[in-house]
């Protein structure tokens, strides 16, 4: 739940989505869901010549339980906020 | 267009179903639910390779296990005409109490007479 | 919910975990993300040959098995003479 808090904090910003089955398509973070669906505008595909399958596709949906890893933009995340909020998010598990 | 509502409507129309190990079953809806389980009638089954085939009078099949479906191309008309007549008969019948009202289909059993002649799904997904 | 709203009526990419690719019209989707495609077809890249184009008609598309639908622009797609296309396919996933 805290991730995809994380990840709504960053709609607008530009990401890089690898995924599982090693393409990694960058661009605009329109928006989240609960299960790390990722909806992205302004897409490029790395490496676009070996790539050439979704030349004509320029947003996407992508689903989150394929996804490897998205590589955010470090100044649009505040470390230290996102420590505390996880350290306060599992003091409350143990206590439930 | 929900896909269980087109699959609801697939009742006794062929189809083809792959399998997310590859195998394929070619053959008539029985029944399905909300976990897209199927039943499947005079079914021909064949594996991933392609090269073993089988019949089966009747199958089920769990739905967590299934790639996708192919089905009859003229059933999106169907279910279309047959949600846009939905529509039509609540509105037409404001103020007359139904048991049916704002939304849904029409009870099933109104269905199942219409649509042309269902058309067998033909080949596989890949060239085969 | 970062869903497939928007893609309805759309010509639609999608790419399935097994790395086949298939174009069709979104006709409708659900909360797993199972799809249904219509006038839908498989493009089958290789080294060899350019993309060769399956007609497969109406599908639908279990949830579990999508990696990633995309938005056609169909201008784009038009434009573009698949004979000429080389490429490898998609991969598969691979946990």
Do not use: W
Not at chain 1, 63 to 84: F, I, M, N, W
Not at chain 2, 40 to 65: H, M, P, W
Not at chain 3, 21 to 44: F, P, W
Not at chain 3, 55 to 81: R, T, W
């Amino acid at each position: 739940m805290l991730i995809f808090s994380v990840f709504k904090t960053l709609t607008d910003q530009q990401v890089v989505v690898e995924l599982k089955n090693d393409l990694s398509i960058t661009g605009t973070l329109k928006s989240v869901d609960q299960f790390l669906n990722i909806r992205l505008d302004n897409i490029k595909v790395l490496d676009e010549a070996r790539h050439p399958h979704m030349m004509a596709v320029k947003n996407c949906f992508i689903r989150g339980s394929v996804v490897r890893y998205v590589q955010l933009p470090a100044e649009h995340v505040d470390t230290q906020l996102l420590e505390d909020a996880t350290r306060r998010e599992t003091t409350t598990q143990i206590k439930r | 267009m929900l896909p269980l509502s087109l699959l609801n409507a697939a009742q006794n129309k062929p189809m083809l179903v792959e399998l997310k190990n590859g195998e394929t079953f070619n053959g008539h809806l029985v029944n399905c639910d909300n976990f897209m389980n199927i039943t499947l009638r005079e079914v021909y089954q064949t594996n991933a390779e392609a090269d073993r085939f089988f019949k089966l009078k009747e199958c089920y099949i769990r739905g967590s296990t299934i790639k996708y479906l192919r089905i009859p191309d003229n059933l999106l008309d169907v279910v279309k005409e047959e949600q846009n007549r939905a529509r039509e008969a609540n509105r037409g019948g404001r103020g007359v109490v139904t048991g049916n009202r704002g939304r849904g289909l029409p009870a099933r059993g109104a269905r199942g007479t219409r649509g042309g002649p269902a058309r067998s799904v033909r080949g596989r997904g890949r060239g085969a | 919910m970062s869903s497939l709203q928007g893609y309805v009526d759309r010509r639609v990419f999608l790419n399935l975990q097994d790395g086949r690719v298939i174009i069709g019209t979104m006709a409708g989707y659900d909360q797993k993300s199972n799809v249904v495609l219509s006038d839908s077809k498989e493009r089958v890249y290789s080294m060899e040959e350019g993309v060769e184009e399956i007609p497969l008609g109406l599908y639908l598309v279990k949830g579990d098995m999508i990696v990633l639908i995309g938005e056609v622009d169909e201008a784009i797609d038009q434009s573009v003479d698949l004979t000429n296309i080389r490429a490898e396919p998609i991969p598969a996933i691979r946990y």
